[in-house]
């Protein structure tokens, strides 16, 4: 594909192949931009329901206009296969970022409150992402936060796909009532969220086990090793957050993304001038 040109695409390099898609970087000879292609993988574009999914991630996402969230231009056929165009967004994921090592409490802060600015956006537009993970996260080079991947978002209170795809997600970051099969709000993405901050100051998850029956077992049943175990200078508040995101009870946790915010906003302003701010992870520890 390399060096081909679609429509007035010509696609530059491959950026990345997961278990659905394969993206390419591409210039826009038209509009004189580089742009992101996101193509089905070749093994499953004959099965109808991921070209659902596909135009289910172009419809959801390109409703959305925000910094925090990858744009969606329009979506375009090629040789009988449709495929997405979108921002093309330079930068790490989340979770090459978090591999590489600790991250500042400043930065964690900020990150998070980019990423709670970006879901405020969906949410306040009846969109539940369903599948908020690191590897969905993508840090620019200039440090802003994008929301990637809306391919089993939902619009509120509507099934938009197939039943066979209901249950899509990464286990890890599943909040409980997606494992047990329940019609997810957006206090789901609010669980996963938590589940992302937990991950960005321990460096490693808050529910583990050596297969995905284990980390369902975990998050249904098991309490997570307390943050301050990690980094043990956190502000109260800052834990709050993060336990509080974290409950397994949906009732218990934040109703909505705007609520996250304001308490992440106190943080931010208490962190100025605060011994808190030159927190580290204790001695010894890669997390």
Known sequence: MIGTVIAHFKILQLIGVGGMGVVYKAHDTILDRDVALKFLHPRITARNEYKVRLLNEAKLAGSLNHSNICTVHEVREYQGQQYIVMEFV????LSELIKKGPLELNTVV???????????????????????????????????IKIMDFGVAKADGSSTLPRSLYTFGTVSYMSPEQILNIDADARADIYSFGVVVYEMLAGELPFKGDSDPAITFSIINDTPQPITDYRSNLAPKFVNIINRSLEKDREDRYSSADEILLDLEHVKRNLNGDDRSDERPPAGRDA
Do not use: P
Not at 90 to 93: D, L, N, S, Y
């Open 90 to 93: 330079e930068g790490i994921t």
């Open 110 to 144: 900020d990150y998070a409150h980019q990423i709670g600015d970006g879901l405020n956006e969906a949410h306040k537009h009846g969109i539940i992402h369903r599948d908020i993970k690191s590897e969905n996260i993508i840090v620019t080079n200039k440090n802003q």
